[in-house]
């Protein structure tokens, strides 16, 4: 990585990746089903309002948009990255565009892009710790009709159920998954080391450092799941800056965890995991190298779960956090 991309602070950027990055991240990564879009229309129903359009930022291979293009009238799939809004309109080129359009814009530039009060849901799925908090949350309650919900969410990588496994295999797809984010997260200069740290406290915070100011927010719920695992994608072992979580969780809010082992669960075998891995963060092609080391690592989980073609339960550890603009 040259010295300018180790210090470019938007560093979630598809830049000369393998051509198969998005169909493995489709291939590991879940569905946003029921457990999430049933919250949130359960969270809506307490407030009734339209469904005439939705905002989904940070759109990537789009699979926040089938649910919302089933519940609204036209949706807005929003993106940084042009590769990553290629590959939603293909997806998605059935679509009609009175149904779905797409803009290539941050989160942090996307009041260039629409004028306010144009949405009755915007949803940020897995994006919003890559953002700047303040920028974005004033976005996004400009762009809010009022009442309109904003809908936040994030899970991080999945964790072993089964208890004869857990102890075996966990702390071996923790080095994994350590392995494949140190070059990319410690050794950038000022401005990334800055949005990586932001990034892991958001994490490490399960999203509780996302502040909700009374005068433009309302009925704010934090919902977690399996908190007993860990959210960031990465310990904090492999971080050139110290990491600190941060709650801005206010008196009033409403925080609910559940533990289940059946939550998005998943039975895999280690070559799935490899895959889960490798579509983890879109690595250029220079750092996805030959690595013995990470190899190594992966014939040990396989050992450990019992063999190559031997398939182990899995769960992820999640958050949805939910937000009615003021009316």
């Known amino acids: ?185 410690s050794g950038g200069g000022n401005a990334r080391k800055e949005s990586w740290k932001r990034a892991a406290e958001g994490m490490f915070s399960w999203l509780d450092y996302i502040p909700f100011a009374s005068e433009r927010w309302r009925d704010v719920h934090r919902h977690k799941w399996n908190t007993n695992a860990r959210l960031s994608f990465f310990t904090p072992h492999i971080c050139d800056f110290p990491v600190e979580p941060v709650s801005s969780v206010g008196n009033h809010e409403v925080v609910s965890e559940e533990l289940s082992p059946s939550f998005w669960e998943v039975t895999w075998d280690v070559s799935m995991l490899r895959k889960f891995v490798r579509a983890s963060f879109p690595k250029p092609k220079g750092l996805a190298i030959q690595d013995n080391a990470m190899d190594r690592l992966f014939e040990e989980l396989a050992d450990a779960m019992g063999g190559r073609e031997v398939k182990r339960s899995l769960s992820w550890p999640a958050v949805l956090v939910l937000a009615r603009k003021n009316e």
């Not at 799925?125 to 890559?130: D, G, K, S």
């Not at 994030?154 to 208890?163: L, N, S, V």
């Open 1 to 185: 990585m040259s010295a300018p991309e180790k210090d470019d602070p938007s560093f979630w950027k598809l830049q000369d990746i393998e051509d198969t990055y998005w169909d493995e991240y489709i291939a590991t990564r879940p569905v946003y089903d029921d457990q999430i879009f049933q919250r949130i229309e359960d969270y809506q129903a307490e407030y009734p309002q339209s469904r005439s359009a939705a905002l989904d930022i940070g759109t990537g291979a789009g699979s926040a948009i089938g649910p919302l293009t089933s519940r609204f009238e036209h949706v807005v799939a929003s993106d940084n990255d042009p590769r990553s809004i290629e590959f939603a309109r293909r997806r998605y080129s059935t679509l009609p565009t009175e149904r779905l359009s797409y803009t290539l814009s941050s989160g942090e530039d996307i009041l260039q892009h629409h004028p306010p009060q144009s949405f009755d849901l915007i949803t940020c799925a897995e994006t919003f710790p890559l953002m700047d908090t303040e920028v974005s949350l004033n976005n996004v309650s400009v762009l809010l009709r009022p009442g309109g919900t904003l809908a936040i969410w994030f899970y991080g990588p999945p964790f072993f159920t089964e208890a004869d496994f857990a102890s075996k295999c966990q702390g071996i797809l923790d080095s994994i998954m350590d392995h494949n984010f140190r070059p990319v997260v």
